[in-house]
Nanobody, 124 residues
Framework: VQLQASGGGLVQAGGSLRLSCVAS????????VGWFRQAPGKEREFVAA???????YYADSKKGRFTISRDNAKNTVYLQMNSLKPKDTAVYYC???????????????????WGQGTQVTVSS
């Protein structure tokens, strides 16, 4: 199982980016898929996730600005990020797991598979 995250880059504050996470060797539609981010010197934090059946979950601070979506035909999950702020600067990771329980969806240690990360830098 491999996850490939892409779409990061340098953007000015207020701009947008769409991250992609493509899975190979696995049918993504059966997984819980999450996006996390990690800024320098900080712990990895939850951003958004798809629960089984398609329900979506967001970190409170990301609601309204970030949107998680998926294309099952492409085995891809996206993270649309709008109104970006300098504090959104981080490496963004996608992760998946089939055994995770709902109460653990925001905890990175319960995800088995991880992409390599994509850097997002927001300039002021």
């Amino acid at each position: 199982v491999q996850l490939q995250a892409s779409g990061g880059g340098l953007v000015q504050a207020g701009g947008s980016l769409r991250l992609s996470c493509v899975a190979s060797g696995r049918t993504f539609s059966r997984d819980v898929v999450g996006w996390f981010r990690q800024a320098p010197g900080k712990e990895r934090e939850f951003v958004a996730a798809f629960w089984r059946g398609g329900a979506t979950y967001y970190a409170d601070s990301k609601k309204g600005r970030f949107t998680i979506s998926r294309d099952n035909a492409k085995n891809t999950v996206y993270l649309q990020m709008n109104s970006l702020k300098p504090k959104d600067t981080a490496v963004y990771y996608c992760a998946s797991d089939r055994s995770i329980i709902l109460s653990s969806i925001t905890s990175p240690q319960y995800y088995s598979y991880w992409g390599q990360g994509t850097q997002v830098t927001v300039s002021s």
